[in-house]
């Protein structure tokens, strides 16, 4: 897979270590690509114990980086929502207009990027059957 390149990477490593964790279907940039540590695991304790992380520009430096490190997790992607989609019980979608910035596995960055269409057509009346499929790029 091709990784899609961070929105600025001047502003890489400068991001909260709070994000939300995954959902919301749809994505619109790639803040960074995060690596977390953990000195339980083997990671060299740099934290006090506590977990931290390291920040990459490209997805292929953070997985160099996540293999050839005890203690690393597999890379997360940090990204932006400016639009999202809730699923606050199984089956019932909602559309979020409030950005916010998550963490997810860089695999869920195979689902298209969301455009103008992608909410409204996943949540449109007239909505195929296989509406999370599409969206989860799974068509």
């Known amino acids: 897979m091709k990784y899609p390149a961070v929105l600025d990477s001047k502003l890489v490593g400068t991001y909260d270590a709070y994000a939300h964790a995954g959902g919301g279907f749809t994505w ?5 690509y ?3 540590m953990h ?4 990671a060299p304790d740099e ?4 977990d ?34 809730s699923e606050p019980e199984p089956g019932v979608f909602v559309h979020v207009t409030n ?4 963490e997810w596995p860089v695999e869920f960055l195979s689902r298209p990027r969301r455009t103008e269409d992608t909410i409204p057509n996943f949540l449109a009346p ?8 599409i969206i989860r790029g799974n068509v």
């Open 28 to 32: 619109d940039e790639v803040l960074e």
């Open 47 to 50: 934290c006090e114990g506590n």
């Open 126 to 133: 007239d909505a195929p059957p296989n509406r999370l499929d």
């Open 39 to 42: 000195p339980e695991r083997g």
């Open 52 to 85: 931290y992380f390291y920040a990459f520009v490209t997805c292929e430096e953070a997985l160099d980086f996540s293999e050839s490190n005890a203690g690393a997790e597999a890379p997360l992607a940090l990204v932006l929502q400016k639009q999202h989609i």
């Open 99 to 102: 950005e916010r910035i998550t």
């Open 34 to 36: 995060r690596v977390w």
